[in-house]
């Protein structure tokens, strides 16, 4: 199963963008865009359509976010974020470690953009939310287990060689 394609969207009157262009970067977010497409309370829907201008602290430069999603409701409008909790939550384990270093980049980079997703939702009375694996199931969008956290597999170990005895 791929984890990433194109979306062959059913209702084409609801989406906001190119209709033989819409691309899923995960799982999550084809479950997403199925849902916008069935859902009658969606009355619009886009993918990677809005880009919102960010400061990254790290670099010290302006860069372009394209967020997720933007749906529109009869009542409201919602610009979206799907990622998993993990990269939502600043980083753990040993410090100095390149995966540390790493995860706590994708962190830093991740807080500049929601902020800035945050107030251009804001300045046009949108609302800005990030959509985690556990959103999805509480939508119950998500019905299989999160990959990895399936049974657990023993670490490699490698092959020692067996001492002989000495005669």
């Known amino acids: 199963m791929a984890y990433s394609g194109r979306y062959s969207i059913k209702n084409a009157s609801k989406y906001k963008g190119d209709v033989n262009n819409i691309i899923y970067r995960s799982l999550w977010e084809k479950a997403v865009f199925q849902w ?3 859902n009658p309370k969606v009355k619009r829907w886009s993918s990677e359509e809005v880009v919102v201008p960010y400061y990254y ?31 939502t939550l600043p980083p753990t384990g040993q410090r100095r470690t390149k995966q540390y270093i790493a995860e706590g980049l994708s962190y830093i980079k991740n807080m500049n953009k929601w902020e800035a997703a945050n107030e251009y939702a804001q300045d046009r009375g949108w609302e800005f939310q990030v959509w985690t694996e556990k959103t999805l199931r509480e ?29």
Do not use: N, Q, W
């Not at 670099?59 to 409201?76: A, L």
């Not at 399936?150 to 490699?156: D, G, V």
């Open 36 to 38: 916008c497409d069935k």
């Open 57 to 87: 602290e790290v670099d010290k430069k302006y860069h372009r976010y394209f967020v997720d999603m933007k749906i529109e409701f009869e009542d409201k409008t919602l610009l979206v974020e799907i990622k998993p909790e993990k990269e």
């Open 139 to 167: 939508m119950k969008l998500l019905t299989k287990p999160v990959p990895g956290k399936l049974k657990k597999i023993a670490p490699y170990k490698p092959f020692r060689k067996k001492r002989r005895k000495k005669l």
